[in-house]
């Protein structure tokens, strides 16, 4: 969800086209047999969430509000299981940057409760899994219905993950602090444009970030084209595949 409501789909397939064989530095490696297998962790930074091989060529940083639903579109229907797809055959790897400022927006807690879950579950190996499950079972956004009893009833939908060190960060908020934190780098990396942050779900891939009107994230044959492709062609992706913008 993008502040105001600005969000938009329109369709770039016409400037990406069907990447050609190219050079694939990671084919030698085995690929993951699932969402489990990757590796996740804490960068060093605090803030940021780390999952795939961090060999990929590949980094996708993913702006997120566990509350947005542009972000469960994402999530369920759009680019998402094409980025999985790519990092589990370790063409890419995804840094999260999890938003809740939807709960000052809308009211309520919700978007907070989920982050510092998520916080939770990364300290028991199972973010991936419990990130999946989140939205794929996502409140409707005015209804702020990620309650701790919620919250825990998600989790026990992923083996391994419910435990007395686990219940007990979800009820007492023990990643409060992280929460916080995460929050003021979503703002940051707004920049001077827009200090509120740069709305969710927002891409930002090799370090450029897909501009909104050609966004492809809520449309999964254009995002998982344009992975191809940055995969092939890393060092000319933004000026080859993307329409040329006037300054």
Sequence with gaps: MVRGGRWAVLGIAAVLTVAGCGHRAAEHKPRFESAEELPESLHKDGTTILVGDPGSAV?????????????????????????????????????????????????????????NALRA???????????????????????????DAYLLELAS???????????SAVKSMKYRSFVAASEQAYEQAGGAQDPRGPGTPTAVINGKRIPLEYNGLLDGGIFARLLQQIHDKPGEWDRTFLPRRSE
């Excluded at 997120?64 to 994402?74: H, L, N």
């Design 157 to 167: 939908e992923v083996d391994g993950l419910r435990g007395p060190e686990f219940d």
């Design 59 to 115: 980094v996708v940083r993913l702006y997120e509000d566990p509350r947005c639903p542009a972000c469960e579109m994402f999530e369920t229907a759009g680019g998402s299981p094409d980025l999985r797809e790519a990092m589990l055959v370790r063409r890419a790897r995804t840094e999260y940057t999890l938003a809740s400022f939807l709960d000052d927006k809308v009211g309520g807690s919700g978007s907070k409760r989920a982050v």
């Design 121 to 147: 579950a990364l300290e028991e190996g199972k973010f991936v899994e419990y990130h999946e499950v989140l939205y794929a079972h996502q409140p409707e956004e005015s209804d702020d219905g990620y309650t």
